[in-house]
């Protein structure tokens, strides 16, 4: 079983960053692929950003070049450095995890990013 709790989402003005975090618990979750998906209320979930158990990342194309995810497997934390932020990156972002795949069994509860002037 593990437990994510996601934090560091806000408001920003456009062009502004933020870094997101997702905290879980249990010793194995370096062994996990983890994902940050992003929703918008009558839209579907989508993910922007993934991270293998290695250490590779991929990103949906509307992120490329302004976020990047991370993981620090000795705290057991993923992070989303957000910069560069557009109105149409508002969002409930949710962190994701699996352990051979994403999605996975496994989901936090989100946080708010609000992107407005």
């Known amino acids: 079983q593990v437990q994510l709790a996601e934090s560091g989402g806000g408001l920003v003005q456009p062009g502004g960053s933020l870094r997101l975090s997702c905290a879980a618990s249990?010793?194995?979750?370096?062994?996990?692929?983890v994902a940050w998906y992003r929703q918008v209320p009558g839209k579907q979930r989508e993910m922007v950003a993934g991270i293998t158990s290695g250490g590779t990342t991929h990103y949906a194309d509307s992120v490329k070049g302004r976020l990047t995810i991370s993981r620090d497997n000795a705290k057991n934390t993923v992070y989303l450095q957000m910069n560069n932020l557009k109105p149409e990156d508002t969002a409930a972002y949710y962190c994701?995890?699996?352990?051979?795949?994403?999605?996975?069994?496994?989901w936090g509860q989100g946080t708010q990013v609000t992107v407005s002037s």
């Open positions: 994701n995890a699996g352990l051979t795949r994403v999605p996975g069994d496994y």
């Open positions: 249990g010793s194995t979750f370096s062994l996990y692929a």
